[in-house]
């Protein structure tokens, strides 16, 4: 408790100076209170951004995806995503996914405490038309976002506010899907808010000739939204949001064999929250502070020769409160904020639920960064403490506490090309679904445990910047360190109860791993006539499972489910102001660097993942009030899968796309 004390009376006094250097240069200053707000928050944004690696898919990026399903739209960013059925999606960063990976909305939490640790269908739970930007911070976010960021962080934030009607109608010729949005909303003044209604009807996936449609892939949801913005002057901007999404049929594809199915029947996540911003002049500081409720509902059966032998229902209700600061003054700025989350878990089953019934899961969270900006260079440092508690109400208990640090340091040799050295360590701090899931994976089951710590990680980075007459190339260098990484240990023997499997482990902290890598992006526009848009990523990830007892070496062997030399390039050419062309290639090397998991994976073919090339071409036409868009995907009919994945991409086939605004 020391250390919490000794920080926050930390960040409290850097606020309290922050404020008197801020007052003696007000009285000096010569900007216009307008401007001085724009431009401060703008560069304190930028600075907080500019030393890592973040790639950005816009609103207009949006309106031009051809896709009704939110993880599509990730793959335009760099990120690998592996799917179990059509609308499903398990995004990558670094060859991380799942609780590794944290997925926020409007700056809320979404991981909640029963995430699963390998690839999940969590980030399908959102309407792509509510997002109206995402951004990819590739690399550990832990320092500012806390716990599930050692991967990365996907970060959705929902459309603004717009007066006007927009309708949008998207067909799918390989899954037979439609996907139907209607979006309304009016702005005047200081006030304005809109309503957003979608629907989706997929069927199976067809692969290709070779493949055929593939059963057990087909996908249906429903989404409606809302979100009002009220903004005074004296008093700061406040944002009422809510929203609620339900999924239907959501397979669970490579465990659905002949008279053996496994599916989530629905799935349900409903969102509300207020945000109030505030901005004050005379201490330059932007604050932020939100509430927020969430509940996410889950249904699991398993159904063996027509008759339901397993049936789950597990509810999450996750209430949050978050307050965000950002000072400016001088040469330095402060980031600080104090978290507090509450998951409130309720699990029922028709024979053993798969978690502690009536399970709490708190996480309070503390953090703090401060950047120098000294002539061309910015040096950085930065801590998080956080404290996990969980209880339940047959005494079970738990409790662990994790400080991690971070540091930068970046140099900007003109406004062309800037380069930064950065170190961040990034944690996960257990979750229920760690100490207490049951849960059934290939032929084994998975028992929970209590005695496990947070996993850790360690990155050490190089990044680079260049822009140059419409050329911005961005790229990074990177090698982690994994530290107390929760691993399966195998029980021999196995407990009487648990008979019937070929294979029954146990989660515990194995010890060290270690990923290195690249990435690559490249953007190039030409006038208004070309562009051309690509990205490359390659990561190589191993874990110390066992130390040879001869030569007493660390024989490492390949992460689970690392994702081989990917990427994707698309080539854009401008006929008109409302008309366009673009060519698409999305392609992979062959993944054969294959773990024990992989090997014993039913997902994962024999010899690994093929590679594959995947051309696409398309036409876009977009006026005022009307537009379309008609893409032939997959032109060589190539069998191909993601590494992981459970289902073949969709085949050769028509995407139709229709909308109308005014």
Known sequence: MKKLLYSTIFIFACTIFGNEAVENELNSAKNSPTDYELNVVLKNEKEQKENRLIQIVTEKDLQHANSGFTGDIYREAGVHVQQTAAGQSSPFIRGLTGRETLIMFDDIRINNTIFRGGPNQYSAIFDPFLIGKIEVLIGSGSTLYGSDAMGGVLSLQSRKVKSGFRSELIYNSANQGFTGSAYFGVKGGDFGGYVLATGNDTSSIYGSDEVGRQPYTSFH???????IEWKEANIGTFTLFGSHFTQLDGYRTDKSKIGDIRTFPEQNHSMFYLKHKYYSESIKTLFQTTFAYQNTLEKYERVKNKVV???????????????RGNTYFNNLIFYYGLEFNRDLVDSTALSTPKYLDDSVYDIYGQYLKVDYVWNQFIFGVGERFTYVWFHENEGIEYKNRSVIFSALAQYTLNEHYQTALNFFQGFRAPNINDMTGAKEFNSGFSLGSEDITPEYSYTFETTHKLSFKGLEVSGALFYMIFRDFLGRKVLDPKPVEYEEYDLVVKPQNVGQGRAFGAELFVKYRYANQFEFKGNLSWIRGDMDEEVNSIT????????????PLSGYLRLTRLHT???RFYYQLS???????????DIADSRIPEDGTPAYLVHSVGLVGDWTTFGFQLSLENISDEKYKHHGSSVYGAGR???GKLFYSF
């Open 577 to 579: 102001d409302n008309l």
């Open 587 to 597: 392609y992979a090397t062959e993944q054969d660097r294959l773990s024990n998991g």
């Open 309 to 323: 032998t397993e049936s789950t229902r597990d509810d999450v209700d996750q209430y949050s409160v978050n307050f």
């Open 552 to 563: 007493g070496e660390t024989e490492y062997n390949p992460k689970s489910k690392t994702p």
């Open 653 to 655: 086939s028509v995407i």
């Open 221 to 227: 949801y429903g989404s409606l939204s809302s979100k």
